[in-house]
């Protein structure tokens, strides 16, 4: 019998009550289609920063490096300055493990309404390729004079050719996985000079590798338009890791909730383990409430068996989320419905056991 070792880390907020959901759901995963998931949990997070000055232990890489996966929740407090949450944690794992590849996909579930008028479903099919290694979060950049008339502050974009590549050649091989094998780069280089131009033109080398895919370009301004009023004509987009971050707020909007969209931090060559969360933050506001919405760590959890090489629990559980989102009384209340995280986990469970496909 297959045993995965999955690292569990559910940090900050809501974080504790999606990855608990998304553990019993992942379990139910394996007791159905005859695998085993050990789970180590790891209380990394703000409440271990303020206690300790760190969110992780010193040897934290480590004692995860070994693991097949890592299944992580949200990291944020509201008295903790955002940008040292994410150094000290997410970035903190992604960085070192060359997770350079985030996979968003976005798609209207059944029975969720999406705000754009005229999409019920099949209009919007996207996933959201970002860079997650470098670029405008690279951490390039400085502050001197602090506090004194003359400060400055510099954030340097920094694109490598090999990190563009590497994205690129991800980017195109997804695209042409996908029946409309279809790819949009979103740049800037209208404006931007210099990474964005060379970003423009890796595309348009490794686009030559992928005779079979269709691709087009588009300025991240006018790309805001296309996926409101043009939804149907995307399928695949690859952008900067700022362009993306934003581009998939939007995406996340347009599915109908926040709660929803799942992401996996890819390292593709598998010499680190990858991660996967759901997109949303800590929502410290309804934190303890028992109303979190578990389907974006339940979807993220679907990405994590695909990686895994699970594919008919993948599409088993993500089976399971259709059925439960098409059925409004199953809905929690950022989706307008009154269920509790709880009622939605049991439910997803329990469609996974009658599943037989
Ligand atoms: P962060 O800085 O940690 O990303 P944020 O405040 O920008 O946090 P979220 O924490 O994701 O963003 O919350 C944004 C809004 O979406 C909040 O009102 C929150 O309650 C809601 N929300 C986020 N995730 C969920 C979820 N899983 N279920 C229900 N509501 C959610």
Same mark, same amino acid.
């Given at each position: ?79 903790? *300055? ?148 043009? *939804? ?26 926040? $709660? ?96 037989? $496909?």
């Amino acid at each position: 019998m297959k045993n995965y070792r999955i690292a569990a880390i559910p940090g900050d907020g809501i974080g504790s009550e999606v990855i608990a959901a998304g553990v019993e759901a992942l379990n139910a995963c394996a007791a159905r289609d005859g695998f085993v998931i050990d789970f180590d949990h790891f209380d990394w997070g703000s409440e271990r920063y303020k206690k300790t000055g760190a969110f992780m232990p010193a040897n934290g890489l480590d004692l995860i490096r070994k693991h097949d996966a890592i299944l992580f929740g949200s990291a944020g407090a509201p008295d903790v *300055p955002d940008h040292i949450t994410l150094w000290g944690l997410r970035l903190a794992i992604c960085q070192p493990f060359d997770q350079y590849a985030n996979v968003r996909p976005t798609r209207i579930l059944p029975g969720i309404s999406s705000p754009l008028r005229n999409v019920s479903g099949p209009e919007l099919d996207w996933v959201i390729v970002r860079e997650n290694s470098e670029g405008e979060y690279a951490g390039v950049g400085g502050r001197v004079h602090r506090g004194l008339p003359e400060e400055v502050a510099t954030d340097v974009s920094m694109f490598t050719r090999a990190g563009v590549q590497r994205v690129m050649r991800f980017a195109f091989g997804l695209a042409r996985s996908r029946p409309r094998k279809l790819l949009t780069v979103v740049t800037k280089s209208n404006a931007q000079r210099h990474a964005m131009v060379m970003w423009d033109e890796i595309a348009a080398e490794v686009a030559a590798e992928f005779p079979d895919v269709t691709w087009d370009k588009m300025l991240v301004d006018a790309m805001t338009m296309r996926m409101t009023l043009k *939804p149907e004509t995307i399928d695949t987009i690859v952008a900067t890791n700022l362009h993306a971050d934003i581009l998939s707020d939007l995406a996340a909007a347009f599915a109908g909730s926040l $709660g929803i969209a799942p992401t996996a931090n890819l390292n593709p060559e598998r010499t680190f383990p990858s991660m996967f969360e759901p997109i949303h933050g800590s929502a410290f506001d309804i934190m303890g409430k028992g109303i979190a919405n578990p389907v974006g760590t339940f979807w993220s959890s679907v990405m994590m068996l695909e990686f895994l090489g699970e594919t008919n629990a993948a599409a088993r559980l993500m089976r399971a989320i259709e059925r439960v989102t098409a059925d409004k009384s199953l809905h929690t209340p950022d989706l307008g419905g009154k269920a509790k995280t709880t009622d939605v986990t049991r439910a997803v469970c329990e469609a996974l056991a009658g599943d037989n $496909g």
